[in-house]
């Protein structure tokens, strides 16, 4: 969340800076300084009652000593701690009015970040590669059934729409995937592999800032205190909540594969056909904590280690950079990594790498302390590394060949076990 002393400072500033994002979250800051007067003023109140109350007992003690009638003072001190009791009361409402608006304001867009109202206004800073050049490509969910690879009906009928069931060399291939990725983040690119649960804690979900904006996306339990994870982000940097490291423990860098499991499907459409956009997807995602003079260079290389990725499969992709209307909400700064499907005839999503400044620390109370022994609040950075499904489309309906095979890009090979997936033989 935002810190209150930015927004009690500087209002209007925070104003300027809200309003470009997509919403009428700005408006909440007048709110969230209304809130805060409130419970500033019931603490100095309580303050000043507590001297008074503490004075007058000690005056009660020296009179009582020589007899004196204090009924009255004894009246007034009762009537001090009755209205102490109420005040502790308003404090704790304000404090938690205050904390439920400042969850709902979104972090604020880097002074760079392009200005816009929504993805139409996303500038492509990098293409990398060329669009390969495949006469009337077919899409994966023709290549994947002739091939035996994917069953969209299986997983249909056990579990619902937005469920897909690998099998054979789909399934021999999504796990070789899983091992690529991971393989290249911890090996070549230095992250700490970490294995975490698939379910989490509501503070864990609010401490990522997906809730409360995002609840109804996710996949509760009944009461809503636990939820399947979206992504490996939620867990993984909740690992440091309510922790202070040491300076020298950072950077820390993380990756971790885990399905994730979202309700929200899209519309429909071609762009969401087939495996495109699905309600559980494996992914393998890329978490640092680090010191805020780091963050947004440091940004720039996590994204360098997703495109790694694609560059090793051979696979064409762009890069755009978010534009304030169409900013995550957690986000101060934001990579879109867009891979060519030659099937679809349009880019894919396949990463998200972002810097959330101090938003994430705040929510979580995640500190280091400083070279002069002050705890201050880290910055976080996470990004996939890459996420499967896209990838998996990216790579069936680049790498078909004229008679319905698939070429496995020779990265890919060691890990697969074979350079080609042929249909199987009548």
């Known amino acids: 969340m935002l ?64 007899g004196e009638d204090t009924s009255s003072m004894e009246a007034r001190v009762r009537e001090i701690g009755e209205r102490i009791r109420e005040l502790d009361l308003a404090a704790e409402e304000s404090s938690a009015q205050l904390t439920s608006l400042l969850m709902n304001i979104p972090n604020l867009p880097h002074a760079e970040c392009p200005v816009g109202a929504d993805e139409t206004a996303n500038p492509e800073i990098k293409v990398w590669g060329e669009k390969p ?41 999504e796990r070789a995937l899983i091992n690529f990725l991971l393989n290249t983040q911890t090996v070549e690119n230095g992250y700490q592999e970490v294995g975490v649960p698939f379910i989490v804690k509501r503070e864990c979900m609010e401490g990522t800032g997906q809730l409360p904006k995002f609840e109804e996306d996710m996949y509760g339990t ?43 499907a899209g519309s429909a459409g071609r762009i969401n056909r087939g495996m495109i956009r699905i309600h559980q997807f494996d992914k393998v995602e890329l978490v640092q904590i680090l010191k805020p003079e780091d963050s947004f260079r440091e940004l720039e290389v996590l994204r360098s280690h997703a495109e790694s990725i694609l560059q090793k499969l051979g696979l064409h992709y762009r890069v755009i950079e978010l534009c304030t209307g169409d900013l995550g909400f957690s986000s101060a700064k934001t990579y879109d990594i867009e891979v060519w499907a030659p099937g679809q005839g349009q880019y894919l999503e ?45 790579l069936l ?25 042929r249909p199987e033989q009548p």
Request: charged share 30%; proline share 5%; net charge neutral.
């Open 222 to 264: 009944e009461d809503q205190q636990m939820f399947l994870i979206p992504t490996a982000e939620v867990p993984v940097t909740n690992l440091y909540r309510d922790t202070i490291l040491q300076e020298s423990d950072l950077p820390v860098k993380m990756a971790a594969y885990t399905p994730c499991f979202r309700r929200e």
């Open 3 to 66: 810190d209150i002393r930015v927004i009690r400072e500087n209002p209007e500033e925070v104003k300027a800076r809200l309003k470009p994002r997509s919403g009428d979250a700005w408006k909440l800051v007048d709110d969230v300084l209304a809130c805060d007067e409130a419970r500033r003023n019931a603490e100095t109140e309580k303050q000043t009652l507590q001297s008074e109350r503490n004075a007058t007992s000690k005056q009660i003690g020296m009179l009582k000593k020589k």
């Open 350 to 394: 396949v990463s998200s790498c972002s810097c959330f400044t101090d938003y994430q620390a705040r929510r979580m109370r995640l500190r280091y302390k400083d070279a002069d022994g002050k705890n201050q609040f880290c910055h976080t950075l996470n990004g996939s590394g890459t996420a499967l499904p896209r990838l998996y489309v990216a």
């Open 133 to 173: 050049a495949i006469d009337n490509p077919k899409d994966h969910v023709e290549l994947a059934a002739g091939l035996g690879m994917i069953s969209f009906e299986d997983g249909t009928r056990i579990t619902g729409s937005g469920f897909v069931v690998y099998r054979g060399a789909g399934a021999r291939l």
């Open 397 to 421: 309906e680049t790498c078909q060949q004229p008679d319905g095979s698939i070429r496995i890009p020779e990265a890919l090979v060691p890990y697969f076990g074979a350079d080609c997936i």
